[in-house]
């Protein structure tokens, strides 16, 4: 947590706080860290006009929004990763069952072949599953 209570007097950021100091009405700024996942994902500033305005309690506030903040955004984040990597594994899976059916190997097999393409070409194993069942359903749309 970084308080500052009179932009004006601080004297850790000179060049930081003579710009706020002579560009904004800002006087007081109360700024927390936000973390995901043990790493620095960003911070909440609360700016005031009036200095010294962020009392013990408003520290606490602020400390009890940035908590919620941050356990906001790491479900947020853990929803999408984890949507995209249903995604992935669909696709994935599409793959593998073209390759299953066509060449009459398992899941296994398919899989490896997957891998094998993927390493080849330095692609990712999702981008080659993509560009697979990308090409079957466009030679489906052509047999009509």
């Not at 560009?23 to 700024?29: A, E, K, L, Q, Y």
């Not at 700016?47 to 903040?69: K, P, R, Y």
């Not at 853990?78 to 995604?87: C, E, K, P, T």
Request: charged content about 25%.
């Amino acid at each position: 947590m970084i308080k500052i209570d009179d932009i004006q007097d601080e004297v850790r950021w000179p060049d930081y706080c003579r710009e706020v100091a002579t560009t904004t009405p800002i006087r007081s700024v109360l700024s927390f860290q936000l973390f995901a996942d043990h790493r620095a994902m960003g911070a909440l500033n609360f700016n005031a006009q009036t200095a010294d305005v962020f009392d013990s309690a408003a520290v606490e506030a602020g400390m009890v929004v940035a908590t919620h903040v941050a356990l906001a955004w790491n479900l947020a984040r853990r929803d999408q990763q984890f949507r995209s990597a249903l995604a992935t594994r669909d696709i994935i899976g599409q793959a593998k069952g073209m390759f299953m059916e066509r060449f009459k190997i398992d899941a296994v097999q398919a899989f490896e072949v997957l891998k094998r393409l993927s390493q080849n070409s330095n692609t990712p194993l999702v981008d080659i599953a993509q560009e697979i069942v990308r090409s079957e359903h466009r030679g489906c749309a052509g047999d009509n």
